[in-house]
């Protein structure tokens, strides 16, 4: 199958704005919601198409979101009903992000009412676990272990009553902010010493978990008449102000910020008249609604808000909404998710593309999503529950279903800006085959089309990541050292004729095969970059060249 790869552009927004992204959106997704905002932004470029990376893994009764670091992957696989009185039903295991391949896998400790083991997050070299009971009917010690090896680091002074539809996220030294429906802790990474501890009242025992931005911890509590969106000081746990009320009974949804700073909350019970959608804005020194619209009923839900200015909501009906969020325009609407209940869990990649878990069980489905809310594809995952979307290093998004269905969606990515030719036609570089590999010896070619007919050309290669920089009165993608694969001609009509009927073409397998290239080709997990360079005399030189947009992607085993 020919893969396109649209390119985004020379300086795009994603990069103009990165410095509010939090820095674990950077490759990682650190907890549930992807960052501290659980804004669902990452700086990875997701798949472009549902090609299976790898697919397996041990078996499990319930899909339980994952979390990443690097190219590890850790989740919960739960093969029994709790209670677990042998602590072994539900172990968290650690797998290879490129390869799938099981690292370790550890049982947590549980004592005789403790239910299921659940993942807080992972985050500067430590895997964070505790157990959980029905809704906050346990309480139990938040334990830190070695997130490379699955070797035991420390237990929590205090025990914690969250659990996994809460979610944990994290302040930016590492320390975990626990959040459950009475208390918020903040533990201290180091040593599992509490730094502080702060009272707090959510209307229900469950998704009650807390988002972070810059200095403030929020959550919404309980209050007289609704529901008030609070913030606490990041450093002291102290309670500083609060949202006015925002009418209804209950709520089963966290909040979440965006990149902007901007808070939202779903803050729906299935009742039409309270259900609602808030975008608020926090002063510094006071909360106050910006705009609030008509929302879809939604629990457990982790919605998204990107850096262009853009938050999506649930709207009636199950449909996702892309809104403005300045002022709640509505800007786009999708299909709709589920004929019941959703519990959609989103992310947006470095394209501005959506990935969403739907949260279902009978209809459970995983799909991608234009910025617009155009369908790009989607998947049926049975029981997905809040097992996606996890989208890690490499562009790797993770899926967590049940039974042995663990799959990793990976394809490359296109990136920077061609050079508009002389004949004024556009180089289209792409790809033919899934996946490159450093054993297959064949099957993973790049090309280019739209290039002049009966003309050289090579392809530039780097393992040292992307740059854009001015070359030859277009961009050079790559960043030095930068190599090249051995010469190739487009092809196309036979002279005299003198069109864009000329493709570049070269099978990268057979190309790592030969040996002619560096040796890190030939070791999966290797980051490449690419993109085409060829003549064209219709240019005075030294600007006489072709060059196309590029390509990234990783060597696979």
């Keep these: 199958m020919t893969t396109p790869h649209t ?17 674990a959106a950077l490759g990682d997704w650190s907890n549930a919601g992807g960052n501290a905002g659980r804004n669902g932004v990452t ?28 190219r590890r992957a850790y989740m919960v696989r739960q093969i029994g009903f709790p209670p677990e009185p042998n602590s072994d039903e539900s172990p968290v295991v650690a797998m290879d992000l490129t390869t799938g391949a099981e690292l370790w896998a550890i049982h947590v400790p549980a004592s005789p009412t403790d239910w299921t083991t659940w993942i807080a997050g992972a985050n500067g070299g430590r895997l964070f676990v505790s157990r959980a009971g029905n809704g906050a009917s346990v309480s139990s010690p938040l ?33 975990p902010i626990v959040a459950s429906f009475r208390k918020i802790w903040r533990i201290r990474a180091t040593d599992g010493t509490t730094d502080w501890v702060a009272n707090r009242v959510g209307s229900v025992s469950g998704n009650c978990g807390a988002a972070v931005f810059g200095n403030a911890v929020y959550v919404a509590d309980a209050i007289g008449g609704g529901h008030v969106i609070k913030r606490f000081d990041l450093a002291t746990g102290l309670f500083q102000y609060q949202s006015p009320v925002l009418p209804g009974f209950t709520i089963q949804n966290s909040p979440m910020v965006g990149p902007d700073g901007t808070l939202y909350l779903s803050r729906t019970q299935n009742n039409a008249a309270v259900d609602s959608f808030y975008a608020l804005n926090d002063s510094g020194t006071d909360i106050s609604v910006r705009w609030s619209r008509p929302a ?4 457990s839900s982790e919605f998204a808000a990107g850096v262009d200015g853009t938050v999506y909501m649930l709207g009636v009906g199950g449909v996702l909404e892309r809104r403005d969020s300045l002022t709640g325009a509505l800007l786009g609407s999708s299909v709709p998710l589920t004929p019941g209940n959703a519990a959609p869990r989103l992310a947006i990649d470095g394209q501005g593309r959506l990935f969403v878990s739907n949260g279902d069980f009978a209809n459970g489905r995983l799909y991608s999503f234009d910025a617009n809310l155009t369908t790009r594809w989607s998947v049926a995952v049975p029981n997905i529950n809040i097992g ?21 969606y990976r394809t490359p990515y296109g990136y920077c800006t061609a050079k508009v030719n002389s004949l004024g036609c556009t180089p289209a570089i792409a790809t033919v085959g899934a996946h490159p590999s450093a054993s297959a010896g064949s099957g993973f070619t790049v090309q280019c089309s739209d290039v002049r007919n009966q003309k050289p ?11 854009i920089q001015p070359f030859q009165g277009g961009f050079l993608c790559l960043a030095a050292p930068i190599r090249r694969t051995p010469g190739v001609n487009s092809g196309g009509a036979p002279v005299p004729a003198n069109d864009c009927s000329g493709v570049y073409g070269m099978d990268f397998n057979a190309f790592i095969a030969s040996g002619a290239g560096q040796p890190a080709l030939q070791v999966p997990g290797t980051e ?16 006489n060249s072709t060059l196309s947009s590029a390509l990234g992607f990783v060597i696979q085993p």
């Design 296 to 299: 879809g009923w939604s629990t």
């Design 7 to 23: 390119p985004r552009m020379a300086l795009p927004l994603f990069l103009l704005a990165l410095g509010a992204v939090p820095a």
């Design 388 to 408: 996606a979307p996890a989208l890690g290093k490499d562009g790797t998004l993770l899926v967590c279903g049940v039974g042995t269905n663990v799959t990793a």
């Design 43 to 70: 700086a990875e470029i997701g798949p472009g198409t549902p090609d299976v990376l790898w697919s397996g893994g041990r078996s499990s009764l319930i899909a339980w979101q994952p979390v990443t670091e690097g």
């Design 143 to 175: 334990r830190a272990y070695d997130s490379a090896t699955g070797g035991f680091l420390w237990n929590s002074v205090d025990s914690i009553d969250a659990g996994a539809y809460d979610g944990v996220v994290f302040a930016p030294n590492g320390d």
């Design 457 to 467: 050309g090579l392809l530039l290669y780097s393992i040292t990541g992307q740059a």
């Design 528 to 543: 490449v970059v690419c993109q085409w360079w060829g003549r064209d005399p219709g240019f005075v030189p030294p600007d």
